[in-house]
């Protein structure tokens, strides 16, 4: 079976810009999370999607958005990028039993 | 609001060691906990998942442990190898859940 994927794996972006990630989830899967990893503020929840709707957000401005289509692969867009959202971005898809399985991750430099 | 704490935040020991490594968390209303390791630059890897009704979970040279009540759950690796280095990161998910709390996480290097 395979992992989760996400695309692209490196993105460069100038402030200002926006952004959108891509994450597929485990084939059955129907639970994506997206996570934003700091070396200062380590891991942090961004959202939740289960059958194409949020189940949670957490503690990001308005300029950080999801979605989740029919086929349970996900979005997430960060508008008018900041220096500070540089970050390895990380999707994660749940299955039934509760476990998550993580992606390799998108790398977002923002200069 | 949920906290996980690691300790230690690193730890070097020789190959054939065996190690523990700690959780803590705030609030023991948990769904589930579960421990991962992540390569440099990579993402993470799910190692073991203990539900709130267990108290441990093997896999291979690892076992966790869980005691909801007061907090606590620990990694024991047996006879370490380099292979297993990385960092090892502890998460719990809890009711109204802002998805995974993560700790920072224990740096662990393995020597040869």
């Known amino acids: 079976k395979a992992g989760v994927t996400q695309t692209p794996r490196y993105l460069i972006k100038t402030r200002g810009q926006q952004v959108t990630l891509s994450c597929s989830p485990i084939s059955g899967h129907r639970s994506v999370s997206w996570y934003q990893q700091t070396p200062g503020q380590g891991l942090q929840f961004l959202f939740e999607?289960?059958?194409?709707?949020?189940?949670n957000k957490g503690n990001f401005p308005g300029r950080f958005s999801g979605r989740q289509f029919s086929n349970s692969r996900s979005e997430m867009n960060v508008s008018t990028l900041e220096l500070g959202d540089s970050a390895l971005y990380l999707c994660?898809?749940?299955?039934?039993?509760?476990?998550?399985?993580f992606g390799p991750g998108t790398r977002l430099t923002v200069t | 609001k949920q906290e996980v704490t690691q300790i230690p935040a690193a730890l070097s020991v020789p190959e054939g060691e065996n190690l523990v490594l700690n959780c803590s968390f705030t609030?023991?209303?948990?769904?589930?906990l579960q421990w991962f390791r992540q390569d440099p630059g990579k993402g993470l890897t799910s190692l073991l998942l203990?539900?709130?009704?267990?108290r441990e979970q093997t896999s291979g040279r690892l076992n966790a442990s869980l005691d909801k009540s007061s907090g606590r759950s620990t990694l024991y690796i047996a006879a370490s190898q380099p292979g297993d280095s990385a960092t090892y990161l502890c998460a719990v998910r809890g009711p109204g859940a802002d998805g995974l709390t993560f700790g920072k996480g224990t740096h662990l290097i393995i020597q040869p």
């Open positions: 994660a898809s749940g299955d039934p039993g509760g476990e998550q399985y």
């Open positions: 203990i539900q709130s009704s267990q």
């Open positions: 609030d023991s209303a948990i769904y589930n």
């Open positions: 999607y289960f059958s194409e709707t949020q189940r």
